[in-house]
């Protein structure tokens, strides 16, 4: 009797569970159809990789695919270009596959970044401490050794979230153990802040950072000078 009751358990357990379990595998078919037509090209039929063109993606997760096709970083125009943020290639129907797809050889998981639950200020300390140097203050972005860096006017909490954890291109990643949840909402919450910031001292100048901004202030401060100068020569000379 207690074997036909766990054996009635178990099948009540498949019969509710199938019907998802389906419908993720008919969504990463798709995923596998989609894939083997836009990307198999670089990535491989096996998703492996093909030297010289692109890397493996087995064990990259949801994650990295779901970062670079909803930013339109993937596909690349050329192999061996920077990938860099443009429409996405595919519709959002088409990426969710893709990413179960490339999700069922592993990886980590899309991550979440709440910047409802961020600080504004822990926010722009991690910023200016660990992203500021390349992003510029408010997110301008900019340039550095061998990449252009993007800004981040058109990031999403989530893909925020998945930049610092994945480290695209040269971008270091950051783990849990270096920005945990609480951080990383509070890092969001401050990008988003940088789509409009206040500009309490007034100018702006396109949010160059302080050191630009005080150059513009002295040389506007000495120009005022001179012409006061001017002035006061001109009227002793008369």
Known sequence: ???LAFLCAALWLLGVSSPQSGAQGDLVQRGRALYEDGCSSCHGLDARGIAGRAPSLRGVGEQAADFYLSTGRMP???????????EPAYPPDEIRALVAFVGSF????????DPARGNIAEGRELFTENCAGCHQVVGEGGMVTRASVPDLKQATPRQVAEA??????????????QLDQGQLDSVARYVQYTK????RGGWGIGHLGPIPEGMVAWLLGLVALVL???LIGERTTE
């Open 1 to 3: 009797m207690a074997a």
């Open 76 to 86: 690349l125009d050329r192999p061996g270009a920077q990938p860099v943020r443009g």
């Open 106 to 113: 592993g990886g980590p998981r899309i991550p979440v970044a």
């Open 164 to 177: 610092v954890r994945l480290g695209p291109y040269l971008m270091p990643p950051f783990s849990a153990r």
């Open 196 to 199: 409009e910031p206040e500009d």
């Open 228 to 230: 006061t100068i001017r």
